[in-house]
């Protein structure tokens, strides 16, 4: 068998002098075990003794005696009492796997596309509120405090539903502000309220069933459900919010709604349909996912209570989440089960989610149970409101092509219709004036349907910027409409 010759020597020797900070051990090991993976040492050669080699290489046996004892202990040389062979291995792919070999599941290429996220520095950016207002120092103080009194003691595994305390207070609050009354043990801490749709999607549905969505509506929900091979059928959405038949040749085994303030368009579903839905969803085994994404922003009339409260058996389960009324990196969200189904779920549950970030839990428990959480969605909804009909304003006076607004009586999001424009286009050429709308086609089932606008989340966007934003943004529509022939 070939035993190491002069060039071999070379390649060890100057991969030897030209280490930079590796140890000599680290990078001889490095040297031979690839010259193994390629071939250069072939199989069952054998090697020279350790004294040879350290002589030849000017190192210490020690170092080459550490360095193939590693090869043989992870499988590359054999040893035996005449001194290393090279193990017989199977050859190492020859090359990189591209792009293109990796092919998703079937079912995942429905996955809805263009869901980018942006630095709250673009303006109009749809679903980030403004961060800037959040009391930063307060924050620090209370991890700080959490840190300190819970110690080493906070560093284990958590409860998998969340931290006790959070779901506590989570329950005290949904309470009184959205007439929730329901237990910590119905409550479940999620990362973001992604993730509880998620988990309910996961423990409620078989893949096949069928659920209802709404058209336009949240893109994470039609993840959700193209990522668990649900069949997926768009419903369309008045000014009572999401429309439906009672009478249906399939049932839907989910319904998912965003009831109080319907995203993107902004309607209210009224206290009929509501019960309508809840009737149906009963008669016919349906679960109903009650996305209450931004409902604490209510402009005009005091906050809807959730569909969750309005009967003692409702089948709904609630998702709510901190995204919106605090931070969205912050990544907590919870889902609220009826009694028996959160009793039933429990043990999946369990084997499903880990807890975890407790400390951020612990801190926003007591942020909650001290005040600062309400006095925080106070001050929000006034600077929200205001900003609302500041834009209003500036759509009025700055957006001279045909449109009408939507966006209901809360929220930190208007959306304006504009027929006939390639919504995308405009969005996406939006970014270079660090503009970051959201085409309104995007948020349909079918994009290329023809209804068009754009999204302007106006949460994280100073009204002061109002006025030349739009400005910018109808220029960008007469260029749009001019290339399609139109202007
Ligand atoms: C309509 C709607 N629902 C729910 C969510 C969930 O947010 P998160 O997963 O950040 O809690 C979002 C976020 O953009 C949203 O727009």
Redesign the pocket.
Known sequence: MNIPDDAFYRLLSKALRERSGETLTRVLYRALRQAILDGRLQAHSRLPGSRTLAQELSLSRNTVNAVLDQLTTEGYLLRDRQGSRVASLPSAAAEEPTEAEFRLPARLKALPTGTRRDSPAFAFT??TPAVNYFPLPLWRRLIDRVLREEGHALLGYGESAGERPLREAIARHLALSRGIHCEAGQVIITE????GLNLCTQLLSESGQLAWLEDPG?A?ARSAFVARGLQIEGMEIDEEGMQFADHTARSPRLIFT?PSHQ?PLGSLMSAARRLALLQFAHSTGAWIIE?D?DSEFRYSSEPIPAMLGMQPDAPVVY?G?F?KTLF?SL?I?FVVMPKALAKAMQPAIHSLLRGGHRTEQLALAHFIEEGHYARHLASMRRLYRKRQGQLRDALKQELTHPHTVSGGEGGMHLTVHLEGIDDSWVAQAARQYQLAPAALSRYYLDPASGKTGLVLGYGNTSASRFASAIRTLNKLITQALSQSGQG
């Open positions: 749809p679903g973001g309220a992604l993730e949240y994470g965003s995203f996305d994404y998702l989440t995204s969205p990544r969200g």
